[in-house]
């Protein structure tokens, strides 16, 4: 299939998910993926305003006002919110910390594109208790977030603590709305923010008063290490999806970007395959980290090594993290991880898939997926000059 037309059938997928509650994480199912996901509903709006479509874009507003009229007294947006009813979940055994961050990311977006002045208003006090909710979220009043274990997106993979993605996307929330509000106490948090993230997750030799003093014995780093926790760090862990964050607000140079554009040349020569895994290595039967990993799951375990978050290619955030590289280094040629990524989505008995494993290149998870559509409208975006204003980056 052209481009344009797996664009048009992805326009098409996100187009039947959306719904007057807002936009739903899988059209056709009727598990927990029917409801309007904070994390799904704010990608895959996004991502439909970039390629300018109104139903998606409306599809966005609907659902930053069902999950703002589902805010919890904390100040904590609901992952999710069950259409008709109004039925919240703010997470099951642990609350999802970017349900918060994304809302907040994808309501300053749609606020700045729309200029609908009423719907500013009704959302800035939103806004202010998520902020205020982050803000009791670092625990210390020492700038980084403290996730719990299946606190995010990757909710069955064993990853706690301070961690990039999250991070990422809590300062890509202050840069926004410091933009919006022409906020002072925004801009100077979102500077906190970010020289905090700067020195913990690529910590140079110099850099004095470290969140873990075992950061300083890392070296010979290829990528923002996925995080770290009072027992240690994950720094041997690859984090597409907080990578992608991490370049895209420009935290990193030149060398860095490049150092992670590598990287990825030498997982797809460990892999033989052109594909972006959302963590990578895999973890496997006797590594430390396995125990953790099948143990923590929900309804069945998925995360067998190469599938789902251990080591399975999500087009979504491989996706996020070829928009980032080609915006800031567009001298690297990504064409071959672009060209299989799409080929995976347009697998005809099983289009725009959850994820893909990486061992034997075969689709899995749930196929139509909210996601996976926004990934294709990520991937097929031209190349815009204004896209960092678009997101709300400058």
């Not at 923590?296 to 993290?321: D, I, T």
Request: charged content about 20%; overall charge negative; hydrophobic content about 45%.
């Amino acid at each position: 299939m052209k481009k344009d037309e797996l664009t048009q059938l992805a326009i098409e997928v996100l187009n039947r998910a959306t719904t007057p509650d807002g936009i739903l994480a899988l059209a056709e199912d009727n598990e927990n993926y029917r409801r309007v996901w904070s994390r799904d509903a704010s990608i895959a709006g996004i991502a439909g305003l970039l390629a300018g479509d109104d139903v998606i874009t409306n599809g966005l507003h609907s659902s930053l006002l069902t999950l703002a009229n589902a805010q919890a007294a904390t100040g904590a947006i609901p992952s999710n919110v069950m259409p008709g009813s109004g039925k919240a979940s703010y997470g099951s055994l642990a609350g999802r910390v970017d349900a918060t961050t994304w809302w907040l990311i994808a309501t300053a977006i749609y606020t700045r594109h729309s200029q609908d002045q009423q719907f500013f208003k009704k959302m800035i006090p939103h806004v202010h208790k998520a902020f205020d909710v982050l803000r009791a979220w670092e625990f210390n009043e020492r700038h980084l977030l403290y996730t719990p274990l299946s606190g995010n997106w990757a909710d069955e993979y064993p990853l706690h603590g301070y961690l990039l993605y999250d991070n990422c996307l809590r300062l890509w929330a202050l840069r926004a709305w410091a933009l919006l509000l022409d906020s002072a106490e925004l801009n100077e948090k979102s500077v906190a923010v970010s020289t905090v993230i700067t020195q913990n997750f690529w910590p140079a030799k110099e850099v004095e008063n470290l969140y873990h003093p075992k950061l300083q014995t890392l070296n010979a780093l290829e990528f923002w290490i996925a995080g770290f926790h009072p027992g240690g760090s994950y720094d041997g862990i690859f984090d597409a999806a907080g990578n992608a964050f991490a370049i895209l607000l420009g935290l990193g140079d030149q060398q860095k970007n490049k150092q992670i554009y590598h990287y990825l040349v030498k997982a797809q020569a460990t892999m033989g395959r052109y594909l972006i895994p959302a963590f990578w290595p895999v973890i496997k039967p006797g590594d430390h980290l396995w125990e953790d990993v099948v143990n923590n799951y929900a309804y069945h375990f998925k995360n067998e090594p190469h599938h789902f978050h251990n080591g399975g290619s999500w087009p979504v955030m491989a996706a996020w993290l070829m928009l980032a590289l080609q915006i800031y280094e567009p001298d690297i040629d990504l064409s071959k991880w672009r060209e299989t990524c799409m080929a995976y989505l347009d697998v005809e008995t099983f289009p725009f898939p959850e994820y893909i494993d990486t061992l034997h290149g075969k689709p899995g998870g749930k196929k139509n997926l909210s996601f996976s559509a926004a990934a294709c409208l990520l991937l097929s975006l031209d190349d815009d000059s204004e896209i960092k204003e678009k997101l709300c980056l400058i």
